[in-house]
């Protein structure tokens, strides 16, 4: 009876219903076998009323992954320019070129943003802009190089993570490497030059959803999901870790989230099978011990060192599956530098929710607070081979950050100091938070605060004097 009734009632709106959701229980002992998702599974978490579950059970993955440690940095964001060639409909940070607000930073205002830095203690700046129709290529690479430099000649190092997927190939074009036919190459040749001017890594912006009706209707001109994961293919090639974030609550379907997860889910597989990762083997039910490892059948951990032809499903959250930076930094102090020659991965999966406000799809409601909180514990729960899940508290705000690092996150960014893309309530771009205000946070919400460099080796610090371990 109590059965028959659960089942009705959950069919109901997904704010009100029983809990818990009988129907999670099969989720519930993959999650725990730390088996794979399916797309099915996760139409289930997106539509059960049951959003507690849903939360505890991205909390199960998140707490087997980090333990009570959540991560923030020292960091600034700075956005080089605001001009854009394209006019996404969600986008209410581009202007045209000699548009009232435009503008494009020069190498003085970078060495100034430098200086603030370092003497804050940060660790990395973060540099994204608009696809600026007539910036030269060397603009770029000064950039970098700039930062690099300026912070270096102040006795620091500041960890350089730029550009967008959508940027990368915009260079590519601006510098005539680009080909349509062999994008790859063209996409190498701009990677190489700005690791060679000291870029670190790639953020995970301009991924928005990987879905061609949402694409055709809200940002036609960007580059669509099949060359946004070249972009990062050919980052990881390089040894360049990279960031992948989804936009959603705007045009998209739910559905859409899921395969846009799927995705780049399988682009993890193929990051990891390069790092020497082995496929998750799953056996029928009662021929494995409880707690075993799934590569235990084959005498390892999941890391042997090659890859196969077919690239199998890889899964972190399999208990005692150690983590991709752990492989590429070893574990003991002295082997603390990327191994020589290392691919890349994906570190972090960072939902981003759409910001109506000043955007051509103002009209448009935004997606709300429970269904932010849902959408990053299903990314958590789905992107199973992802280490990390980020709450970006610009746009999550601080007080949802944290109750989303009880629902999944590990993370929740930096103290930005300024950021352009998106502004919270109002028109300012000087959105800072100091570190004891993201300390307290994380410790309010039960964890212990980690200070994290870009690649996620912690970070020891004396004043603004630090250093990697
Ligand atoms: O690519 C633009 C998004 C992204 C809106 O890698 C909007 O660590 C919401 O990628 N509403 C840039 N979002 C931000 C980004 C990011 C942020 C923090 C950390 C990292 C990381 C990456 O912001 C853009 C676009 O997808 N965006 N407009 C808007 N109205």
Redesign the pocket.
Known sequence: MTATIDRRLSTAAPSAGPRPDARLDGIRAKVERGERLSLDDGDLLFTTPDIWTVCELADLVRRRLHGDVAYYNINR?LNYSNVCALS?K????YRKKDEPGSYTRDMDYVKDQVRQAVENGATEM?S?GGLHPYLPFSYYTDLVSTIRDTARELGSELHV?AF?A?EIVHLAKIAKVYKADDRASGIRWVLEKLKEAGLGS???????VFDDRVHDEAYKGKIRSDVWLDVHRVAHDLGLN????I?YG?IEERHDRLVHMDMLRRAQDRALARMGYKGTVHLAPGTRKDNEPPHAESGHLGYSGDEGADVPEITLTHPGTPLPERIAFGSSPSTKCQVAGAPGYFQ?I?P????????E?EHLP?PAGLENLRTLAIARLMLDNFPHV?A?W??QTLPMAQLMLQSGADDI?GTVVW?D??KVGGSSTHQEVNVWTLEKAIREAGFKPVERDTVYRRVQRDGKIWRSV
Do not use: Q, R, W
Not at 90 to 93: I, K, P, R
Not at 352 to 359: A, E, H, N, Q, T
């Open positions: 964001h996404c969600f986008c209410e940070f973060h994204v993570k967008t959508v790639l953020p995970g912006g301009g991924a928005e990279t960031n992948a974030t936009l705007h972090t960072i981003l929710p759409f910001f109506p406000d000043g955007s799809l935004g980020k970006f610009i746009m960014d950021y893309i998106t």
